[in-house]
C-alpha cells in the first residue's frame, strides 16, 4: 500500500480541481470563448477518478468491498456512480444531476471531497487539510493573458534580486523530484541526489497550492511530515486589499490611491497586519 503522504497527492489534487472549478464559475465571462462545456466536465471527471484513486486504497486497507461502502454512504456512492456509469464508461441508465449553475457544482464537488476527507481518514496525515482557493493555474494565465516572457517579467518585478545569486561552481546539482510516484523508481541510498522545488507561484491562490504540492513531494522524498496550510485572517485581509487595489491580480504592491476614504481603509487593513 502506498504511504500516507502518496495517498494525500490524491486527495489534493482532487482539491485542486474543485478550486478550478471555483476559478471557471468567478470568470465565466472572461473565458466565453473556450470550450467550457467540455472544460467543466473534464474537471468533473479528473475529480471523481482521483477520489476514487484514494477511495480503492482505502478499500484495500479496510479490507472491505466497494459496495457496502457505497450503501452505507450515498456521497461516495454518488462518486463511483459518476466514476463507473459516466467516466470509466458511458452507460445507457446513467443519469446526470442537474446544478442551478457551475457554483453549485462546485459545491457539491467540495461536499464530496470534505466526505472523503473523512471517511479515509486513517490513510492520510493527520495534520493534512484542505484549502480551498479559487484559483486553476493554466485559465488563470488566459484570464490575464500571460506568456512565458511576460510572466518571467511579473516575475522579476515580484523578486528584483531572484538573479543576483552568482554561481561560483562551488554549489551541488541535484535532480528534481517532480512527481510523488517517482518514488519507486529512486533506490533509498540514492534519494540524496534529489532535490523539491518549491514555487511560490504567479499569485497568493497559486502560492497555497505549490507550496502544500512541495511538502506532499518533500513529505514523500524524505518520509517527512511537513504541511502549511491557509490562515484565513490573514487570506481575507489580503483578498480585501487586493479588491481596494493595494495589490494586483499578481500580489504586487501598488501605489496607494489618492482617494482619501479608498486610502483610510487600505492603511486601516495594513495596520492590523503589522500590529
Known amino acids: 500500500m502506498k504511504s500516507k503522504w502518496e495517498l494525500a497527492r490524491y486527495l489534493i489534487d482532487a482539491k485542486k480541481n474543485v478550486d478550478s472549478?471555483?476559478?471557471?464559475?468567478?470568470?465565466?465571462?472572461?473565458?466565453?470563448?473556450?470550450?467550457?462545456?467540455?472544460k467543466i466536465r473534464d474537471l468533473h471527471a479528473e475529480f471523481c477518478l482521483k477520489c476514487c484513486f484514494l477511495l480503492d486504497e482505502?478499500?484495500?486497507?479496510?479490507?472491505?468491498?466497494?459496495?457496502?461502502?457505497?450503501?452505507?454512504?450515498?456521497?461516495?456512492?454518488?462518486?463511483?456512480?459518476?466514476?463507473?456509469?459516466?467516466?470509466?464508461?458511458?452507460?445507457?441508465?446513467?443519469?446526470?444531476?442537474?446544478?442551478?449553475?457551475?457554483?453549485?457544482?462546485?459545491?457539491?464537488?467540495?461536499?464530496?471531497?470534505?466526505?472523503?476527507?473523512?471517511?479515509?481518514?486513517?490513510?492520510?496525515?493527520?495534520?493534512?487539510?484542505?484549502?480551498?482557493?479559487?484559483h486553476d493555474r493554466e485559465l488563470f494565465r488566459i484570464v490575464h493573458r500571460l506568456?512565458?516572457?511576460?510572466?518571467?517579467?511579473?516575475?522579476?518585478?515580484?523578486?528584483?534580486?531572484?538573479?543576483?545569486?552568482?554561481?561560483?561552481?562551488?554549489?551541488?546539482?541535484?535532480?528534481?523530484?517532480?512527481?510523488?510516484?517517482?518514488i519507486r523508481k529512486i533506490p533509498d541510498n540514492q534519494k540524496s541526489e534529489y532535490a523539491v522545488v518549491e514555487e511560490n507561484g504567479i499569485c497568493f491562490n497559486e502560492g497555497v497550492q505549490t507550496r502544500q504540492d512541495a511538502c506532499i513531494r518533500f513529505n514523500v522524498l524524505w518520509n517527512q511530515n511537513m504541511w502549511c496550510s491557509i490562515n484565513k485572517a490573514l487570506m481575507d485581509k489580503v483578498k480585501k486589499l487586493t479588491e481596494l487595489g493595494y495589490f494586483d491580480a499578481f500580489g504586487i504592491i501598488q501605489p496607494l490611491p489618492r482617494d482619501p476614504i479608498l486610502r483610510a481603509k487600505i492603511e486601516i487593513i495594513l495596520k492590523t497586519l503589522i500590529d
Open 58 to 134: 482505502y478499500i484495500l486497507f479496510r479490507k472491505i468491498r466497494k459496495k457496502d461502502l457505497c450503501a452505507e454512504d450515498s456521497v461516495i456512492n454518488r462518486i463511483y456512480y459518476e466514476r463507473d456509469k459516466n467516466i470509466a464508461h458511458k452507460d445507457d441508465q446513467y443519469l446526470e444531476l442537474d446544478y442551478p449553475s457551475i457554483y453549485g457544482k462546485k459545491e457539491e464537488m467540495e461536499k464530496q471531497i470534505i466526505r472523503v476527507r473523512e471517511v479515509t481518514t486513517d490513510c492520510l496525515p493527520d495534520i493534512l487539510t484542505l484549502d480551498f482557493v479559487p
Open 21 to 38: 472549478m471555483w476559478f471557471v464559475a468567478d470568470n465565466v465571462k472572461q473565458l466565453q470563448y473556450i470550450d467550457l462545456r467540455k
Open 147 to 182: 506568456n512565458a516572457d511576460e510572466e518571467d517579467a511579473i516575475s522579476k518585478r515580484k523578486y528584483p534580486y531572484r538573479d543576483s545569486f552568482q554561481d561560483k561552481g562551488e554549489g551541488r546539482v541535484y535532480k528534481v523530484f517532480s512527481d510523488t510516484e517517482d
